[in-house]
Protein backbone atom coordinates (compact mmCIF):
# COMPACT_ATOMS: atom_id res chain seq x y z
CA UNK A 1 0.00 0.00 0.00
CA UNK A 2 1.61 3.41 -0.94
CA UNK A 3 0.16 6.68 -1.26
CA UNK A 4 2.19 10.38 -1.36
CA UNK A 5 -1.37 11.82 -0.32
CA UNK A 6 -0.66 12.53 3.46
CA UNK A 7 -3.68 15.11 3.49
CA UNK A 8 -6.61 12.21 2.29
CA UNK A 9 -4.86 9.66 4.78
CA UNK A 10 -5.52 11.57 7.51
CA UNK A 11 -9.45 11.85 6.77
CA UNK A 12 -9.21 7.59 7.32
CA UNK A 13 -11.61 6.82 10.32
CA UNK A 14 -9.81 3.79 12.12
CA UNK A 15 -11.76 0.73 13.12
CA UNK A 16 -13.13 1.15 16.61
CA UNK A 17 -12.23 -2.10 18.36
CA UNK A 18 -11.52 -3.09 21.96
CA UNK A 19 -13.12 -1.08 25.35
CA UNK A 20 -16.03 -3.65 24.88
CA UNK A 21 -16.67 -3.30 28.94
CA UNK A 22 -16.57 0.35 28.60
CA UNK A 23 -19.03 0.58 25.77
CA UNK A 24 -21.60 -2.02 27.88
CA UNK A 25 -20.99 0.34 31.24
CA UNK A 26 -22.12 3.05 29.07
CA UNK A 27 -24.93 1.65 27.34
CA UNK A 28 -25.82 0.28 30.71
CA UNK A 29 -25.76 3.60 32.19
CA UNK A 30 -27.81 5.44 29.21
CA UNK A 31 -30.54 2.86 30.04
CA UNK A 32 -30.74 4.16 33.30
CA UNK A 33 -30.53 7.59 33.17
CA UNK A 34 -27.28 8.05 35.27
CA UNK A 35 -23.95 10.35 34.65
CA UNK A 36 -20.90 9.08 34.01
CA UNK A 37 -17.33 10.50 34.36
CA UNK A 38 -15.10 8.85 31.44
CA UNK A 39 -11.45 9.57 32.67
CA UNK A 40 -8.24 9.36 30.66
CA UNK A 41 -5.07 11.05 29.76
CA UNK A 42 -4.93 12.64 26.66
CA UNK A 43 -4.77 10.27 23.62
CA UNK A 44 -6.67 7.57 25.30
CA UNK A 45 -9.72 7.22 23.29
CA UNK A 46 -12.49 9.14 24.77
CA UNK A 47 -13.75 11.29 22.10
CA UNK A 48 -13.62 7.76 19.55
CA UNK A 49 -15.57 6.41 22.78
CA UNK A 50 -18.10 8.60 22.29
CA UNK A 51 -18.24 8.72 18.61
CA UNK A 52 -18.82 5.15 18.75
CA UNK A 53 -21.95 5.53 21.34
CA UNK A 54 -23.45 8.15 19.56
CA UNK A 55 -23.63 5.98 16.74
CA UNK A 56 -25.55 3.50 18.90
CA UNK A 57 -27.59 6.35 21.52
CA UNK A 58 -29.49 8.97 21.25
CA UNK A 59 -26.48 11.27 22.70
CA UNK A 60 -26.10 14.90 22.69
CA UNK A 61 -22.66 15.74 22.08
CA UNK A 62 -20.64 19.08 22.62
CA UNK A 63 -16.68 18.19 21.46
CA UNK A 64 -15.58 21.41 23.07
CA UNK A 65 -16.90 21.94 26.20
CA UNK A 66 -14.31 24.60 27.51
CA UNK A 67 -16.49 28.15 26.63
CA UNK A 68 -20.33 28.93 26.82
CA UNK A 69 -20.35 30.02 23.36
CA UNK A 70 -19.05 26.80 22.26
CA UNK A 71 -20.98 24.78 23.97
CA UNK A 72 -24.39 26.80 22.86
CA UNK A 73 -22.93 27.15 19.33
CA UNK A 74 -22.65 23.02 19.32
CA UNK A 75 -25.72 21.79 21.54
CA UNK A 76 -28.18 24.32 19.60
CA UNK A 77 -28.35 23.02 16.19
CA UNK A 78 -29.06 19.30 17.90
CA UNK A 79 -31.50 20.93 19.85
CA UNK A 80 -33.68 22.68 16.55
CA UNK A 81 -32.48 25.96 18.39
CA UNK A 82 -31.97 28.99 16.17
CA UNK A 83 -29.41 31.76 17.62
CA UNK A 84 -31.42 35.04 17.06
CA UNK A 85 -30.30 38.11 18.71
CA UNK A 86 -30.23 36.51 22.41
CA UNK A 87 -27.55 37.39 24.49
CA UNK A 88 -25.10 35.13 26.06
CA UNK A 89 -26.87 34.71 29.23
CA UNK A 90 -30.12 34.23 27.31
CA UNK A 91 -28.86 31.48 25.45
CA UNK A 92 -27.27 29.52 28.33
CA UNK A 93 -31.10 29.45 30.53
CA UNK A 94 -32.99 28.93 26.78
CA UNK A 95 -30.18 26.01 26.54
CA UNK A 96 -30.58 24.45 29.96
CA UNK A 97 -34.50 24.91 29.67
CA UNK A 98 -34.11 22.67 26.07
CA UNK A 99 -31.76 20.03 27.57
CA UNK A 100 -34.09 19.31 30.55
CA UNK A 101 -36.99 18.87 28.11
CA UNK A 102 -35.18 17.01 25.57
CA UNK A 103 -34.81 14.09 28.17
CA UNK A 104 -31.60 13.33 26.41
CA UNK A 105 -28.13 11.97 27.37
CA UNK A 106 -25.74 14.84 26.81
CA UNK A 107 -21.83 14.45 27.10
CA UNK A 108 -19.68 17.23 27.45
CA UNK A 109 -16.57 16.22 26.03
CA UNK A 110 -12.89 18.19 26.45
CA UNK A 111 -14.09 19.16 29.46
CA UNK A 112 -11.03 20.89 31.06
CA UNK A 113 -10.74 23.86 34.09
CA UNK A 114 -14.46 24.49 35.04
CA UNK A 115 -15.42 28.40 36.11
CA UNK A 116 -17.81 29.13 38.97
CA UNK A 117 -20.50 29.69 36.24
CA UNK A 118 -19.84 26.80 34.06
CA UNK A 119 -19.76 24.73 37.03
CA UNK A 120 -23.40 26.59 38.22
CA UNK A 121 -24.32 25.65 34.36
CA UNK A 122 -23.60 21.94 34.59
CA UNK A 123 -25.13 21.74 38.06
CA UNK A 124 -28.40 22.72 37.27
CA UNK A 125 -28.54 21.08 33.76
CA UNK A 126 -27.29 17.88 35.50
CA UNK A 127 -30.35 18.09 37.93
CA UNK A 128 -33.02 16.90 34.86
CA UNK A 129 -30.31 15.84 32.37
CA UNK A 130 -28.32 12.70 32.70
CA UNK A 131 -24.43 13.69 32.06
CA UNK A 132 -21.55 12.47 30.99
CA UNK A 133 -18.39 14.53 31.33
CA UNK A 134 -15.32 13.36 29.52
CA UNK A 135 -12.22 14.92 30.82
CA UNK A 136 -7.90 14.27 31.40
CA UNK A 137 -8.29 14.26 35.39
CA UNK A 138 -10.91 14.01 38.43
CA UNK A 139 -8.82 16.02 40.58
CA UNK A 140 -10.22 19.45 42.15
CA UNK A 141 -7.03 21.43 40.42
CA UNK A 142 -7.32 19.66 37.12
CA UNK A 143 -11.34 19.68 36.73
CA UNK A 144 -11.73 23.32 38.74
CA UNK A 145 -14.97 24.08 40.45
CA UNK A 146 -17.17 21.38 39.10
CA UNK A 147 -14.78 19.01 40.99
CA UNK A 148 -17.70 18.44 44.44
CA UNK A 149 -20.23 17.34 41.98
CA UNK A 150 -18.09 14.32 40.59
CA UNK A 151 -18.88 12.13 43.51
CA UNK A 152 -22.74 11.83 41.56
CA UNK A 153 -20.91 10.20 38.32
CA UNK A 154 -19.98 6.52 37.77
CA UNK A 155 -15.96 6.77 37.25
CA UNK A 156 -15.10 4.99 33.76
CA UNK A 157 -11.32 5.21 33.40
CA UNK A 158 -9.56 4.72 30.06
CA UNK A 159 -6.25 2.73 30.04
CA UNK A 160 -3.88 1.96 27.51
CA UNK A 161 -4.45 -1.26 25.51
CA UNK A 162 -2.88 -4.17 25.79
CA UNK A 163 -0.79 -6.12 23.78
CA UNK A 164 -3.77 -8.29 22.40
CA UNK A 165 -5.40 -5.06 21.93
CA UNK A 166 -3.12 -3.22 19.95
CA UNK A 167 -3.05 -6.43 17.55
CA UNK A 168 -6.84 -6.70 17.60
CA UNK A 169 -6.91 -2.83 16.27
CA UNK A 170 -3.38 -3.89 13.63
CA UNK A 171 -5.93 -6.76 12.22
CA UNK A 172 -8.64 -4.30 11.80
CA UNK A 173 -6.98 -1.74 10.21
CA UNK A 174 -5.83 -3.89 7.73
CA UNK A 175 -8.56 -5.56 7.04
CA UNK A 176 -10.56 -2.25 5.83
CA UNK A 177 -7.27 -1.79 3.68
CA UNK A 178 -5.98 1.21 5.53
CA UNK A 179 -2.84 -0.28 6.14
CA UNK A 180 -0.36 -2.64 4.62
CA UNK A 181 -0.60 -6.11 5.82
CA UNK A 182 3.19 -6.64 6.42
CA UNK A 183 1.89 -4.37 9.32
CA UNK A 184 1.46 -7.90 11.53
CA UNK A 185 5.11 -8.32 11.14
CA UNK A 186 5.47 -5.46 13.61
CA UNK A 187 2.60 -5.17 16.52
CA UNK A 188 4.71 -5.54 19.01
CA UNK A 189 7.02 -2.80 17.82
CA UNK A 190 3.73 -0.83 17.11
CA UNK A 191 2.72 -1.28 20.56
CA UNK A 192 6.35 -0.76 22.46
CA UNK A 193 6.41 2.57 20.34
CA UNK A 194 2.78 3.67 21.30
CA UNK A 195 2.48 2.54 25.15
CA UNK A 196 -0.46 1.59 23.83
CA UNK A 197 -2.23 4.89 23.34
CA UNK A 198 -4.54 4.62 20.54
CA UNK A 199 -3.74 8.30 19.23
CA UNK A 200 0.17 7.54 18.82
CA UNK A 201 -1.27 4.22 17.61
CA UNK A 202 -3.54 6.45 14.74
CA UNK A 203 -0.45 8.84 13.79
CA UNK A 204 2.22 5.56 13.43
CA UNK A 205 -0.81 3.66 10.87
CA UNK A 206 -1.22 7.23 9.16
CA UNK A 207 2.49 6.92 8.07
CA UNK A 208 2.01 3.36 7.39
CA UNK A 209 -0.29 4.40 4.62
CA UNK A 210 1.42 7.22 3.43
CA UNK A 211 5.08 5.82 2.82
CA UNK A 212 6.35 2.98 1.70
CA UNK A 213 8.55 1.02 4.51
CA UNK A 214 11.16 -1.63 4.90
CA UNK A 215 9.28 -3.02 7.95
CA UNK A 216 12.00 -5.51 8.39
CA UNK A 217 14.64 -3.00 8.40
CA UNK A 218 15.71 -1.38 12.20
CA UNK A 219 16.55 1.75 10.73
CA UNK A 220 13.00 1.99 8.17
CA UNK A 221 10.89 1.70 11.77
CA UNK A 222 13.04 4.32 13.24
CA UNK A 223 11.87 6.82 9.86
CA UNK A 224 8.53 5.93 10.67
CA UNK A 225 8.49 7.09 14.42
CA UNK A 226 10.14 10.09 13.12
CA UNK A 227 8.05 10.65 10.76
CA UNK A 228 5.28 10.49 12.92
CA UNK A 229 6.97 12.87 15.73
CA UNK A 230 7.52 15.52 12.75
CA UNK A 231 4.36 15.57 11.64
CA UNK A 232 2.48 15.53 15.43
CA UNK A 233 4.76 19.30 15.66
CA UNK A 234 4.26 20.51 12.14
CA UNK A 235 0.59 19.03 11.01
CA UNK A 236 0.38 18.56 7.02
CA UNK A 237 -3.15 20.64 7.94
CA UNK A 238 -4.30 22.33 10.43
CA UNK A 239 -8.00 22.31 9.26
CA UNK A 240 -7.86 19.01 9.84
CA UNK A 241 -8.54 18.87 13.50
CA UNK A 242 -11.53 16.72 13.79
CA UNK A 243 -10.01 14.00 12.61
CA UNK A 244 -6.83 14.48 14.87
CA UNK A 245 -9.33 14.55 17.78
CA UNK A 246 -10.73 10.66 16.84
CA UNK A 247 -8.67 9.43 19.61
CA UNK A 248 -8.33 12.10 21.86
Known amino acids: MKTTNLDEIRKLMLPFVCRKKEVARLQRLHTQRKHALVLGPAGMGKTALVNHLKE ?17 ESLE ?6 VCDLKLGQRKQRLRRALAEAGRTVVFDGVNWTTPKLSSFLELAMERTPMWICTRS ?14 RFEKIE ?13 MAAIQAGQIPGEAMKIVEWLHHRSHGRPLILRELFEELAAHSYDLSNTHALRR ?7 HEIFPVRTENKKVRNLHD
Do not use: M
Not at 77 to 82: I, N, S, V
Open 56 to 72: KLDLLVCPQSEHFVSIC
Open 77 to 82: PQLGLD
Open 138 to 151: EHSWDIGHFWTWLV
Open 158 to 170: LQAFQPAETRELV
Open 224 to 230: LDLDRRI
